[in-house]
T-cell receptor, first 116, second 115 residues
Framework: AQKITQTQPGMFVQEKEAVTLDCTYD???????LFWYKQPSSGEMIFLIY??????QNATEGRYSLNFQKARKSANLVISASQLGDSAMYFC?????????????FGQGTELSVKP | GAGVSQSPRYKVAKRGQDVALRCDPI?????LFWYQQALGQGPEFLTY????????KSGLPSDRFFAERPEGSVSTLKIQRTQQEDSAVYLC?????????????FGPGTRLTVT
């Protein structure tokens, strides 16, 4: 069975500093994808970044980067130069590339608070 | 519209009532997913449609939950005889391709409160 673990219920970071949100995963599928979503208080899930299991390089999207360590089964999100608008819940998720239709398995989330 | 829309945004139901939650996916999106998000938890998969076909309903918690997408666009999640444990945010997501797509676009959710 697939599982996502986020061990940090809450994190604080000073504005303009970098922060790392942890995510570990468990799967027996050889091919899979890893995602990070942001959920502000409005409730909508916003896609941030994606990493495929066969991608050789870590994914980057603007201020977001994914630190993918396949052997350790970790996919940590790094946010550089934090902004007040980054305060939100962050979810790590995984998708198996099989005939399951692409459903996402989510972790419990990390609440990030950015301090001015 | 530009994104996934859901209605109503908020729903209060008395225990035992039936409710229907609507999802309008992004136009042309083949895949549609429903997730349930309990307070303080991550979303959990309920069911998946590819066009009008319901290909996976393994996450539906009981036979009181029913979903349909008759014309391959709008979807409705119906909950019969609601119970307090059904209180949650129900999220709908769509993506443009079949199983090969990787990005799911989420709607704002419907917050269901059962009293």
């Amino acid at each position: 069975a697939q599982k996502i673990t986020q061990t940090q219920p809450g994190m604080f970071v000073q504005e303009k500093e970098a922060v790392t949100l942890d995510c570990t995963y468990d799967t027996s599928d050889p091919s899979y994808g890893l995602f990070w979503y942001k959920q502000p208080s409005s409730g909508e899930m916003i896609f941030l970044i994606y990493q495929g299991s066969y991608d050789q390089q870590n994914a980057t999207e603007g201020r977001y980067s994914l630190n993918f360590q396949k052997a350790r089964k970790s996919a940590n999100l790094v946010i550089s130069a934090s902004q007040l608008g980054d305060s939100a819940m962050y979810f790590c998720a995984m998708r198996a590339w099989d005939n399951q239709g692409g459903k996402l398995i989510f972790g419990q989330g990390t609440e990030l608070s950015v301090k001015p | 519209g530009a994104g996934v829309s859901q209605s109503p945004r908020y729903k209060v139901a008395k225990r035992g009532q039936d409710v229907a939650l609507r999802c309008d996916p992004i136009s042309g999106h083949v895949s549609l997913f429903w997730y349930q998000q309990a307070l303080g938890q991550g979303p959990e998969f309920l069911t998946y449609f590819q066009n009008e076909a319901q290909l996976d309903k393994s996450g539906l918690p009981s036979d009181r939950f029913f979903a349909e997408r008759p014309e391959g666009s709008v979807s409705t999640l119906k909950i019969q005889r609601t119970q307090q444990e059904d209180s949650a945010v129900y999220l709908c997501a769509s993506s443009s391709l079949g199983t090969g797509a990787y990005e799911q676009y989420f709607g704002p959710g419907t917050r269901l409160t059962v009293t």
